[in-house]
């Protein structure tokens, strides 16, 4: 069973340029959350998602940061207007639907750098 | 909100001793999961060990266990027969549980560097 896979690995974005950072959850799953780490911190929740629906937004700039989980396909994070400030590791986690299924898997993250 | 404490940046210690990871937690809800996520320099984010916090029996896995104690909101790591691959960043981490099965994203601590030295 392949674990959570997220692409790219490495982004190197300009200023100004649109950063798209794709996660397949595992098997099964149809829970995913999107969190940053920036150097030398904790990961911070961004998001939770399920299929088509947007569950919990509030780690979210209100600016320039959106995530989607479409019907068929990978969840998408999405940074407009890139600046150096979003430079960081980007992680992302799926988790079963169901009782008891409180366990987040992560994947290896997309280390995103702002030039 | 949740806030999560970790108050020792780095640690340091021989290998197949016993060491503790402190973390404290502060919330105001009742029911809730704890989790200890380990990153080693690949930075894959792995679970160690998790506890329901309506369960008095604190968690073991095999070298790794939990001191769960609820009232006063502290939730410690210890690792035993330290090992060199146990070289990593340490991460506490919350998740309230919701009566409705409702899931919910993690709040972590900053992390302990914890360094196992041959």
């Known amino acids: 069973n392949a674990g959570v896979m997220q692409n790219p690995r490495h982004l190197v974005r300009r200023r100004g340029q649109e950063a798209r950072l794709r996660c397949s959850p595992m098997k099964g799953h149809s829970h995913v959350y999107w969190y940053r780490q920036l150097p030398e911190e904790g990961l911070k929740f961004m998001v939770y998602l399920q299929k088509e629906n947007i569950i919990d937004e509030s780690g979210m700039p209100k600016e320039r940061f959106s995530a989607e989980f479409p019907k068929e396909g990978p969840s998408i994070l999405r940074i407009q207007q890139v600046v150096r400030g979003d430079s960081a590791a980007y992680f992302c986690?799926?988790?079963?639907?169901?009782?008891?299924?409180?366990?987040?898997?992560f994947g290896p993250g997309t280390r995103l750098t702002v030039t | 909100a949740q806030t999560v404490t970790q108050s020792q940046p780095e640690m340091s210690v021989q290998e197949a001793e016993t060491v503790t990871l402190s973390c404290t937690y502060d919330t105001s809800e009742n029911n809730y999961y704890l989790f200890w996520y380990k990153q080693p320099p690949s930075r894959q984010m792995i679970l160690v060990i998790r506890q329901e916090a309506y369960k008095q029996q604190n968690a073991t896995e095999n070298r790794f266990s939990v001191n769960f104690q609820k009232a006063a909101k502290s939730f410690s790591l210890k690792i035993s027969d330290s090992q060199l691959g146990d070289t990593a960043m340490y991460f506490c981490?919350?998740?309230?549980?919701?009566?409705?099965?409702?899931?919910?994203?993690?709040?972590f601590g900053k992390g302990t560097h914890l360094i196992i030295q041959p």
């Open positions: 981490a919350f998740m309230n549980h919701y009566s409705g099965g409702g899931a919910d994203g993690l709040t």
């Open positions: 986690a799926s988790s079963p639907l169901g009782q008891g299924a409180r366990e987040q898997y």
